[in-house]
Nanobody, 125 residues
Framework: QVQLVESGGGLVQAGGSLRLSCAAS????????GGWFRQVPGKEREFVAAISWSGGMIVYADSVKGRFTISRDNAKNTMYLQMNSLKPEDTAVYYCASSNTWYGGVQRTTQYDFWGQGTQVTVSS
């Protein structure tokens, strides 16, 4: 079992920045792939970014490439999502998730075994 808790969401103006954190407990997070997803009401959960256990492999959705940065600190069992140049269309509930493997499609929600409860990010225009 892995417990994941997101924090750092909030209200920010367009062009601003936020840093989300995902604190893990239970099974050692350092051995797991980590992912960030987001969801708005009425839409499917959307892939944002993923990072391998070592941090050596990273993937971003095209919509956030160049603006968001995923990272992790395995000593702290924590994963981060630095979000810069935020746009109103980035408004969503952001979720972190963990997977036992990198391979198989880290962009798919079905790849992930455990999820956090989500944190709201609202970007005003």
């Amino acid at each position: 079992q892995v417990q994941l808790v997101e924090s750092g969401g909030g209200l920010v103006q367009a062009g601003g920045s936020l840093r989300l954190s995902c604190a893990a407990s239970g099974r050692t997070f350092s051995t797991l792939t980590g992912g960030w997803f987001r969801q708005v009401p009425g839409k499917e959960r959307e892939f944002v970014a993923a990072i391998s256990w070592s941090g050596g492999m990273i993937v971003y959705a095209d919509s956030v490439k160049g603006r968001f940065t995923i990272s992790r600190d395995n000593a702290k069992n924590t994963m981060y999502l630095q979000m810069n140049s935020l746009k109103p269309e980035d408004t969503a509930v952001y979720y972190c998730a963990s997977s036992n493997t990198w391979y198989g499609g880290v962009q798919r929600t079905t790849q992930y075994d455990f999820w956090g409860q989500g944190t709201q990010v609202t970007v005003s225009s």
